[in-house]
C-alpha cells in the first residue's frame, strides 16, 4: 500500500514540473521560480517520498527511475526549460563556467537534499527544532531560486 502511494506521488511531482518545465509562455526565471516551489512545497507534504525514492533507486534502479522519467515523459533534457537554458547560457557566454545539465542537478539537490537528511540538517546547525526546520525550508523556496538565478545572471 505504501510503494503504491508512494508511487503515485511520484507521478504527481512529475506531472507538476512537467506542467511548467513544457510551458513555452513562460520565461527561465519564473520557470526557476515554479520548480523550486513546487519541489519544495509538494515536498513538506510527502516528507517520506525522497528516502523512499533513494531506497526505491538503491534496490530497484531500472524500474524506480523507469518510473520516474515515464512519468516526466522525457525527462528535463528534451523539455522547453532545458532549450531556454542552453540559449542563456550561450547568450550570458557562461558556457565555460555552468551548463545546463548543471543547473538542473543543482536545482533537484538544493530542493531534496534537506528533506533525505533532515535531522542531520537540524544537527549540523546545533538545533533541534522542527518548526525552525519548517521556516528554513520555507525561506530556502525564495532563497533557492535566488541562487539558481544568479548563478545564471538572471534578476
Request: overall charge negative.
Amino acid at each position: 500500500m505504501f510503494e503504491i502511494i508512494m508511487k503515485e506521488s511520484i507521478a504527481t511531482l512529475s506531472e507538476m514540473i512537467q506542467a511548467v518545465i513544457n510551458d513555452e509562455q513562460t520565461n527561465i526565471g519564473n520557470k526557476i521560480d515554479l520548480i523550486v516551489t513546487n519541489y519544495s512545497t509538494f515536498l513538506e507534504n510527502n516528507k517520506e517520498l525522497p528516502s523512499f525514492i533513494l531506497r526505491e533507486i538503491q534496490t530497484n534502479p531500472d524500474k524506480t527511475l523507469g518510473y520516474y522519467f515515464d512519468s516526466l515523459k522525457g525527462g528535463f533534457s528534451g523539455s522547453t526549460f532545458y532549450r531556454q537554458l542552453e540559449e542563456h547560457i550561450e547568450k550570458q557566454s557562461l558556457r565555460n563556467s555552468i551548463s545546463a545539465e548543471h543547473v538542473i542537478i543543482n536545482i533537484i539537490s538544493i530542493c531534496i537534499y534537506p528533506f533525505l537528511d533532515d535531522k542531520l540538517m537540524m544537527k549540523l546547525i546545533n538545533r533541534d527544532d522542527t518548526l525552525l526546520f519548517d521556516s528554513l525550508i520555507e525561506e530556502r523556496k525564495y532563497l533557492n531560486a535566488f541562487w539558481i538565478k544568479k548563478t545564471l545572471n538572471l534578476s
